[in-house]
């Protein structure tokens, strides 16, 4: 689970910025905190704010510690650095995220100059419950240092993370949690102690799922035979109309007329290499999301190793009429997209969704939330989103510490702002102070120049 995340000169922040998920003292809804002898956290958090203050950046902040462990420097980074003030072009941009991974908390970090590409310095540490820090490693490129710290204890750990840390220390494109975790699948068999390493880098890409708008979550893993009456149970009574899903299976041909030769080469050739790492034993078939807007389809290798794609269509009330989802309103393409956190599926899992409520009706909207809030009670699975729906306030659903602002100052930097700094007083409704200018953190108006242009 998600602790805390902490961010500087990136996009519209400047100096660091904090999201926090410790919970509060708060006695409201106390069954849905996760709870242990180290820490209490929210499963939730609604950040809000005015357009352009700064909650999309802070999502993609969140994406880019993800892709630059999972994938390497994503495109147009160079300029990713706070701009409006133009020495932060050399200087660091800094990264700090701390979560749960098998009831320990870690920290990890780096430091990279983005106009340049450069990792400064990266570090992994345990934080033990009396409050110290256990060192895994720590890395500074510049000085060329790579140093191993009191966490691994068998000189057969520490003499294989020395050696690749050591091969690492002048390589400023790539983080040494990358480089420990490419191809060593038999490293992390033969040194059990090695494969915290492991099970850090699967958080990072496999717990961790970040959403924007125009993206899904995690390819609708929870689309198969076995769930279809379950969710159109859900997309019913949540008053899509939908009565019935089928798996249908879709022509090799047709496929190719949506894909490219290069994009479809690409896909077989991903699928071939993850059937020939699965293991036989399983009985299960690796399979790769495809995804356009408004259509998806799943390929996968079948017992007899030919290419199966799928898709999912939907019948209406008693009509044994079945569409394509490009035919199904916008509000219930982005309902499909969503309705993965309400799913055991979702277990464990970080879901942070940029403005959830696109496409939705507000009353959707909260709902979806109220569903997600009384799930949380059994599931250990956080949810953060963007939005502008103050009904979410309103609905008075949430815990005050499970509410944050952003919002810019005068020199146009993004300011995380959790609901319980403002100290509103016990009969002080949020959503009456959200319009009341108790918060002040919706969009500010110029009224005479308004007016101006009008007239």
């Known amino acids: 689970m998600l602790i805390q995340f902490s961010v500087s000169n990136f996009l519209s922040f400047d100096e660091t910025e904090t999201l926090s998920m410790i919970a509060g003292k708060a006695r409201k809804n106390i069954d849905r905190i996760y709870k242990s002898k180290k820490i209490k956290l929210t499963k939730c958090e609604v950040i809000l704010g005015a357009n352009a203050s700064g909650k999309s950046n802070l999502v993609s902040a969140l994406q880019f510690i993800q892709q630059m462990i999972v994938k390497g420097l994503p495109l147009g980074f ?3 650095y706070f701009r409006l003030k133009p020495e932060k072009k050399n200087l660091p941009s800094e990264f700090e995220i701390q979560f749960l991974s098998d009831s320990k908390i870690f920290v990890y970090g780096f430091s990279i100059i983005l106009s340049t590409g450069s990792i400064i310095n990266e570090y992994l540490y345990e934080q033990t419950s009396n409050g110290s820090k256990k060192e895994l490693f720590t890395r500074n490129t510049v000085l060329e240092k790579f140093n191993v710290g009191t966490y691994f204890r068998t000189s057969e750990a520490l003499s294989k993370i020395l050696n690749y840390g050591e091969d690492s220390v002048s390589d400023q494109e790539t983080l040494f949690l990358s480089i420990i975790n490419k191809n060593k699948r038999k490293m992390f068999l033969d040194i059990q102690e090695l494969k915290v390493l492991k099970n850090i880098y699967e958080w990072f890409s496999e717990k961790l799922n970040v959403s924007f708008p125009e993206s899904i ?4 893993p929870y ?21 019935k899903l089928k798996i249908v299976e879709v022509p090799i041909d047709k496929i190719k007329t949506k894909f490219s030769d290069e994009i479809y080469n690409r896909i077989v050739s991903d699928l071939e290499k993850a059937n020939a790492h699965s293991n036989p034993s399983l009985k299960k078939h690796p399979k790769i999301m495809a995804r356009a807007y408004k259509e998806f389809y799943t390929f996968e290798i079948d017992e007899n190793n030919n290419i199966k794609i799928t898709t999912i269509e939907f019948s209406h ?15 219930t393409a982005r309902l499909l997209d969503l309705i993965e956190i309400l799913f055991k599926i979702s277990d464990d899992r970080i879901f942070i969704i940029d403005e959830i409520d696109r496409c939705l009706h ?7 939330i109220e569903l997600f809030l009384s799930m949380a009670k059994k599931r250990n699975t ?3 989103i ?6 979410l306030l309103a609905s008075e659903i949430l815990r005050n510490d499970e509410i944050c602002f952003v919002c810019k100052n005068t020199q146009g930097a993004s ?7 403002y100290q509103l007083r016990a009969d002080k409704k949020v959503y009456a102070a959200l319009f009341d200018g108790t918060l002040n953190n919706g969009p500010i108006f110029d009224e005479d120049k308004l007016h101006n242009l009008v007239e």
Not at 362 to 368: C, D, G, L
Request: hydrophobic residues 35%; negative net charge.
């Open 78 to 80: 160079s300029n990713k």
């Open 217 to 220: 979550l995690t390819g609708y």
């Open 223 to 243: 689309f198969t035979d076995t769930n279809l009456d379950e969710i159109a149970e859900l997309l019913h009574a949540l008053g899509t109309g939908i009565s």
């Open 317 to 331: 009330e008693s009509s044994n009429i079945f569409f394509d989802l490009n035919e199904e309103s916008d509000g």
């Open 362 to 368: 507000p009353s959707m909207t909260v709902k979806i």
């Open 382 to 384: 956080q949810l953060i």
């Open 386 to 391: 963007t939005s502008h729906e103050s009904r």
């Open 415 to 421: 300011i995380i702002n959790p609901l319980e700094k």
